[in-house]
């Protein structure tokens, strides 16, 4: 008995030696050939649509910058899920399938602006909703890049845990200076001069709604420097042109016509901004260019003949390469 239990426990041992040469490993790597692009270049190769435009503005040294919006990324961890409600669960099962290459993306545009040495120019929406994820890899690839950013409607949305819900002035300042030290820059207002151009970036998306009087102070005192202005924020200023090509996205995207409803809220700057548009009218002359996003589509044109650059969804590898003069 034990001879023939001993025979068979042979057998069968070898036979799985056998079956173990004759099947792949289970983690075997892919093959890889031997002329093998690095994975920035892939990334860029399969994620990033470029666009270019050149903006005469009266820089001291011509340069180049990559203006990018809307990655919407849509990461949440066990800590982000366990810390929320219900609310939070079904907002990243319906969110996250909606931007399935966000994190490539965004991965593409910091590889491809690395590669061609261009300060990184984002105009919100980074984030598709609060969450813990979303700060530690926004805070991770940002750290050490030249990157300058503005805010979006999208980084005050979500149902995640109550300290990322700002319900007042002092929570929403707490939890844009978290923000900040992800980002790399003040979020309320920031002013950076590069080249002798003051890139001005200021929220307009809805964290700032507390701090209104705050932010116009800190634009005028931005704006003292005297030097050519780039404006940057998220909800681009409303123009009719901007309504009318709104309206035939939305028409094109619904199938059928739609019309851009009367008040622009939701869209572009709204009534809170009135007295911030009514000071930058005053200073039209020092304003070159405003860098916007939020439509999720590229739009050119302009807000009382500056010239206003819209950038495309980076959540599908869109960005404008923008060359100063």
């Known amino acids: 008995m034990t001879a023939d239990l001993n025979r068979r426990g042979f057998i069968g041992w070898g036979a799985g030696m056998l079956l173990a040469h004759a099947l792949p490993p ?33 820089a001291e040294k011509p340069f180049k910058a990559l203006h990018f919006s809307d990655t919407h990324l849509s990461l949440s961890d066990v800590h982000d899920l366990l810390a929320g409600e219900e609310k939070a669960l079904a907002l990243y099962e319906a969110r996250r399938p909606r931007f399935p290459v966000s994190v490539q993306a965004l ?37 050490g890049k030249d990157i300058f950013s503005s805010l979006g ?29 992800a980002i790399g820059n ?5 002013s950076r001069v590069v080249s002798g151009v003051n890139f001005v970036a200021f929220d307009n998306g809805g964290l700032e709604r507390w701090l209104l009087r705050e932010r ?28 009318e090509a709104i309206a035939r996205h939305e028409s094109v995207k619904r199938g059928k016509a739609w019309t851009m409803p009367a008040n622009t809220g939701g869209y572009l700057m709204g009534k809170t901004d009135a007295e911030l548009l009514d000071f930058l009218r005053t200073r039209k002359s020092e304003i070159k260019a405003i860098l916007a996003g939020h439509l999720h589509f590229e739009w050119q044109g302009e807000w ?7 950038a495309g969804g980076n959540y599908e590898g869109r960005v404008r390469e923008i060359s100063f003069t």
């Open 107 to 143: 991965a593409a545009t910091i590889a491809y602006a690395g590669k061609k040495g261009m300060t990184l120019l984002n105009t919100g929406d980074l984030f598709d909703y609060r969450s813990e994820a979303n700060l530690d890899c926004v805070g991770r690839c940002f750290a």
């Open 304 to 310: 009382e003949g500056v010239p206003m650059l819209v």
């Open 216 to 243: 116009l102070v800190a634009i005028k005192a931005a704006l003292a420097k005297n030097f050519p202005v780039v404006l940057m924020c998220h909800m681009p200023f409303e123009t009719e042109a901007m309504r």
């Open 186 to 190: 003040p979020l309320l207002v920031a």
């Open 153 to 181: 409607n999208h980084e005050s949305y979500g149902h995640h845990a109550r300290e990322m819900c700002p319900q007042t002035a002092e929570a929403a300042d707490s939890l844009r200076k978290r923000y900040e030290t």
């Open 26 to 58: 289970l983690f075997a790597a892919p093959a890889v050939s031997a002329e093998a692009k690095p994975i920035a270049d892939l990334l860029i190769d399969r994620h990033l649509k470029v666009s270019s435009v050149s903006l005469a503005i009266g």
